[in-house]
């Protein structure tokens, strides 16, 4: 079974600053994509952010971008530039099988912005 | 606009009873998924739905229920089975191809006395 690792429950960062949250995976699926949502207060789930396995090129939105490490499969954010706005849940997932076969979540690294 | 409907944002049941969550899309999604969320915990997997009418139990089927009798409706039944109900509830969908995007419903708080 897939599993997937946020050792990190709460971060905290100044606002303007940059910030990485953690996240480690396991699977056993050869292609994949792997993602980043975001769960804000109103408690919506976003996406922030995903990334292909097979590509080479770490995926970037604005200022969030992974750093993706296939062998290691490790998975981290980096939110550059952080703003009040930022402030939220964020969750590292990862496909629970192949197709469409639904998600397998971390639990969670709850992300603070100091004004 | 197209998005994922959930009603009621909050419900509220007495223990032994059953009770229905509505999930509804007008995205043209064919897959639909359950999700249960808890404090401090990630989302977890409780049914999926490639297509209409078939359906795949997830991590945490037990105690629930779903069907897929239209394309955008996948309501899920929480039964009497369930021994801890409470929780916050979300639906999402996706296009169907591999790997793609989920969308996510604003979720249901089902609280259970």
């Known amino acids: 079974a897939q599993t997937v690792t946020q050792s990190q429950p709460e971060m905290s960062v100044q606002e303007a600053e940059t910030v990485t949250l953690s996240c480690t995976y396991d699977?056993?699926?050869?292609?994949?994509?792997l993602f980043w949502y975001k769960q804000p207060p109103s408690r919506q789930m976003i996406l922030v952010i995903r990334?292909?396995?097979?590509?080479?090129q770490n995926a970037t939105e604005n200022r969030f971008s992974v750093n993706f490490q296939k062998a290691a499969k490790s998975f981290s954010l980096k939110i550059s530039d952080s703003q009040l706005g930022d402030a939220a849940m964020y969750f590292c997932a990862c496909p629970s099988g192949g197709g469409a076969d639904g998600l397998t979540f971390g639990k969670g690294t709850h992300l603070i912005i100091q004004p | 606009d197209g998005g994922i409907t959930q009603s009621p944002k909050y419900l509220f049941r007495k223990e032994g009873q059953n009770v229905t969550l509505s999930c509804e899309q007008n995205?043209?999604?064919?897959?639909m998924y359950w999700y249960r969320q808890d404090p401090g915990q990630g989302l977890r997997l409780i049914y999926y739905s490639q297509i209409v009418n078939d359906f795949q139990k997830g991590d945490i089927a037990e105690g629930y229920s779903v069907s897929r009798e239209k394309k955008e409706s996948f309501p899920l039944t929480v039964t009497s089975a369930q021994k801890n109900p409470t929780a916050f509830y979300l639906c999402?969908?996706?296009?169907?191809?591999?790997?793609?995007?989920?969308?996510f419903g604003p979720g249901t708080r089902l609280t259970v006395t």
């Open positions: 990334q292909e396995a097979y590509k080479q």
């Open positions: 699977t056993s699926e050869s292609d994949y994509y």
């Open positions: 995205l043209n999604h064919d897959a």
């Open positions: 999402a969908s996706s296009s169907g191809r591999a790997f793609s995007e989920q969308y």
